[in-house]
T-cell receptor, first 111, second 116 residues
């Protein structure tokens, strides 16, 4: 019940394309859903996060779509750039409590 | 924004020695600190959770006598890997949660530990 399942494991997108990463969870106590970007040798950096009271949140080229009934949420990266090439992790938690991470998605954006 | 400073970024130590990793919250009070371990191409694995002034809570399978966590103040938490062995080589990351306006989880930049 604590799992967060993330897909795909790896993703290759052309520059300017849309990158879509999906996550699903089971624990209905989760009420905080962040996405993190991690470059090699660095700690994760928060990209964008959503609470379950909204279905979508957009910040620049990054959008989270949230489906509470399906217990799914996704990250859309519009106009993907080579600099977006990194590993992306979704996560979920009861707010302020331990985060449960997805398995990660290795995104490669080809120039 | 909130910043967590983690040091050292890289450390190489001999087998059998101990290594201390520090995480400091620079502009907020970290009431809770999470310590993670990450192997190459894998997700973050929570090792332990510590609250300021309390003993850390360790995840199942994590040896508390090997991975000593101290969270003596609201701005500093340390992880000491005692009697390190090559299998302890990994990427260690801390994450802090504050109070007040900052409910986000702020991650440190990670420490690459290599035990030779």
């Amino acid at each position: 019940q604590q799992q967060v399942k993330q897909s795909p494991q790896s993703l290759i997108v052309q520059k300017g394309g849309i990158s879509i990463i999906n996550c699903a969870y089971e624990n209905t106590a989760f009420d905080y859903f962040p996405w993190y970007q991690q470059f090699p040798g660095k700690g994760p950096a928060l990209l964008i996060a959503i609470r379950p009271d909204v279905s979508e949140k957009k910040e620049g080229r990054f959008t989270i779509s949230f489906n509470k009934s399906a217990k799914q949420f996704s990250l859309h990266i519009m106009d993907s750039q080579p600099g977006d090439s990194a590993t992306y992790f979704c996560a979920a938690s009861p707010l302020g409590s331990r985060l449960t991470f997805g398995e990660g998605t290795q995104l490669t954006v080809n120039p | 924004g909130a910043v967590v400073s983690q040091h050292p970024s890289r450390v190489i130590c001999k087998s059998g020695t101990s290594v201390k990793i520090e995480c400091r919250s620079l502009d907020f009070q970290a009431t809770t600190m999470f310590w993670y371990r990450q192997f190459p191409k894998q997700s973050l694995m929570l090792m332990a959770t510590s609250n300021e002034g309390s003993k850390a809570t360790y995840e199942q399978g994590v040896e508390k006598d090997k991975f000593l966590i101290n969270h003596a103040s609201l701005t500093l938490s340390t992880l000491t890997v005692t009697s390190a062995h090559p299998e302890d080589s990994s990427f260690y990351i801390c994450s802090a949660v504050g109070t007040g306006d900052n409910y986000g989880y702020t991650f440190g930049s990670g420490t690459r530990l290599t035990v030779v």
